[in-house]
C-alpha cells in the first residue's frame, strides 16, 4: 500500500503523541508511507518514512487550512498515493481522486461549546464538516467518539466507520511502579478539571501526597514520562475526554488511575480504574483514596489490561480500514 499521512495538524499535545507512534509503528510495516508536514516539525519520523514539509505562512490555523488545500491535492497528484489518512478531520477541502480516511478524536467543540472561543468553534465547524462530508471512511479513536459523532452528525452514518484505539506501549521504557513520587493531574485544557481536583485535595487532609498539576506550561516528553514514572497515582478527572490516553500511560507502567464518569476513559480503562461516581470534590477524594490503598494484585490486573494497547495493533485495525475503501 502506498499511504499519504495528512499530519500538518500535529504540532502537539496527543494529536502529536498519535501522529508519533501511529507512524512510528507503520515503519515497521511494507507500506510505502509518505507524510505530509510544517516545514518547522519535529515530528519524530522513521527512516522509512518519506517526509513532505510544506512551509506555513501567518496564523497557524489559517495557514494550515490552506497548505492543506494546496498541497494535498498536489502531492496526491505526484505520488499517487492509493489512500491518504488524514489525523484530523480538519484536511483538505477538496475532494481527491483517491480514498480519504479522516481520524475522528473527539466532538467536545460540538457538545461542550461553552469550552470553545466562537472563532474555534466557527473553525471546526467549517473544516470538520468538510472533513466529515468528503471522506470515504471515519475512523474515531473511541466508541464514545463514534457514537458521538453519528448522533451529532447523522450524515456520517452512511460512510464506512471504524473504532481504532490507540497504542500505550510506547511507554515501556518509561520509568515506573515505585508510587513514590507526588500524585499527578492535568490542568492544559479546561475540561481537564483541575480546579476540581484541587478541591478534593483538600478534603483528603494530612494523608494527600503532594499534588504536581501538569500542562500549564506544556512539559518535554522526558519530563512527562519522568512525573507518570514517579507518581503514587494519576488523577483524571476530565469531563470530556475522546480517548484518555494518560489513563492506559499510567496503567501500562504500574501506576493507579482515578477517572471521572467519562464514558471514553471508561472504555478504555476497562474497569481497572478508580472511578469517581460524580465530578464532586468528595467523589475525587474518595476514589483516590481508593488508589493509593490499591494492592499489588488490583496494579498487576491493570497493566495487564493496558499492555493490549499497541501501536502494532492500532496499525493493523488502520491498515484493515483503509483497506476497506480502497
Known amino acids: 500500500m502506498r499511504l499519504l499521512v495528512d499530519a500538518l495538524p500535529a504540532d502537539f499535545g496527543g494529536i502529536r503523541t498519535y501522529a508519533e507512534h501511529l507512524l512510528a509503528a507503520w515503519g515497521a510495516t511494507d507500506d510505502e508511507v ?11 519520523l522513521p527512516p522509512s518514512v518519506t517526509a513532505h514539509r510544506v512551509p506555513l505562512t501567518g496564523p497557524r ?14 502531492l496526491v ?12 478531520p480538519s484536511t483538505t477541502m477538496r475532494r481527491l481522486d483517491v480514498p480519504l480516511v479522516v481520524v475522528v478524536h473527539d466532538l ?8 470553545f472561543s466562537r472563532a474555534q468553534r466557527l473553525l471546526r465547524r467549517v473544516s470538520y464538516g468538510r472533513g466529515y462530508a468528503i471522506a470515504d471512511a471515519h475512523l474515531a479513536i473511541s466508541q464514545r467518539t463514534l457514537t458521538d459523532l453519528h448522533t451529532v452528525h447523522p450524515s456520517t452514518r452512511a460512510t464506512p466507520s471504524a473504532v481504532v484505539h ?18 499527578v493531574t492535568f490542568a492544559h485544557q479546561v475540561n ?5 481536583v484541587h478541591d478534593g485535595w483538600h478534603l483528603l487532609g494530612p494523608e494527600a501526597p503532594r499534588l504536581v498539576v501538569l500542562g500549564k506550561p ?43 464518569p467519562e464514558p471514553a476513559m471508561l472504555e478504555v480503562a476497562g474497569g481497572h480504574a478508580f ?15 481508593a488508589a493509593l490503598a490499591a494492592d499489588a494484585r488490583t496494579i498487576e490486573m491493570a497493566t495487564a489490561h493496558a499492555s493490549t494497547f499497541t501501536w502494532a495493533k492500532t496499525v493493523r485495525e488502520t491498515r484493515a480500514l483503509l483497506g476497506s475503501v480502497l
Open 34 to 44: 509518505h507524510v505530509v508536514l510544517p516545514a518547522d516539525s519535529d515530528l519524530p
Open 166 to 183: 490507540h497504542g500505550a506501549d510506547h511507554v515501556a521504557d518509561w520509568p515506573g511502579g515505585d508510587r513514590s513520587g507526588p500524585a
Open 218 to 260: 506544556y512539559v518535554s516528553d522526558e519530563e512527562y514520562a519522568a512525573h507518570l514514572g514517579a507518581a503514587s497515582v494519576v488523577v483524571l478527572a476530565s469531563d470530556f475526554e475522546g480517548f484518555g490516553l494518560p489513563v492506559v500511560e499510567a496503567m501500562r507502567i504500574g501506576v493507579p488511575v482515578v477517572i471521572g
Open 192 to 196: 481537564k478539571n483541575a480546579d476540581l
Open 275 to 289: 472511578e469517581m461516581t460524580a465530578w464532586t470534590p468528595t467523589e475525587v477524594a474518595r476514589a483516590t483514596r
Open 77 to 88: 497528484r505526484d505520488l499517487r498515493p492509493d489512500v491518504v489518512l488524514a489525523t484530523l
Open 108 to 115: 467536545r467543540h460540538d457538545l461542550l461549546p461553552g469550552q
Open 61 to 74: 490555523s489559517p495557514a494550515r487550512a490552506a497548505a492543506q488545500s494546496r498541497h494535498i491535492p498536489r
